[in-house]
């Protein structure tokens, strides 16, 4: 199950949710999934505490793979709004695109990739995935 947390930022919340099921499924990642939408402050800080990065950034993955008595937690994804913003307009790309995007790019490291020890492999399965899924 995929489950997205956000207080006031107006998104296609079904959109995302049902292409993340995809995803997963395709991925084979059997599990649940929370996403949240957060703010510049929220993201510093966590990237911080779990980077030692102290800036901002646009995608954080939290792997938990813990078993629980009905379910499995795969993890969590915190997406940056403001910075998912700027990119799309930095990138000429909807907002909505980049959210996709980030989302992703967190399942993918969810999943076990890492584009910063891979040698392009994350990155260009991430574009399969939003060729596949994503359309306007």
């Known amino acids: 199950m995929i489950r997205i947390i956000n207080d006031s930022i107006k ?4 959109f995302f949710i049902e292409k993340c099921e995809k995803i997963a499924a395709d991925l084979e990642m059997d599990g649940d ?3 949240k939408l957060s703010d510049i402050d929220e993201s510093r800080k966590l990237n911080l ?3 030692k990065k102290d800036y901002p950034t646009d995608v954080l993955s939290f792997p938990i793979n813990e078993k629980f008595p009905d379910s499995y937690y ?4 915190l997406i ?3 910075i998912a ?11 909505k695109k980049e959210i996709f995007t980030l989302i992703c790019h967190g399942i993918l490291h969810l999943a076990g990739y890492d584009h910063e020890t891979d ?3 994350m990155l260009n399965i991430q574009e399969k995935i939003i060729k596949k899924y994503y359309h306007e």
């Open 11 to 14: 998104i296609e919340t079904k």
């Open 33 to 35: 999934i929370t996403i």
């Open 74 to 77: 795969i993890g969590d994804i």
């Open 119 to 121: 040698s392009g492999e």
């Open 85 to 95: 913003e700027e990119q799309a307009v930095e990138n000429n790309i909807p907002v």
């Open 80 to 82: 940056c709004y403001p």
């Open 49 to 51: 505490e779990y980077r």
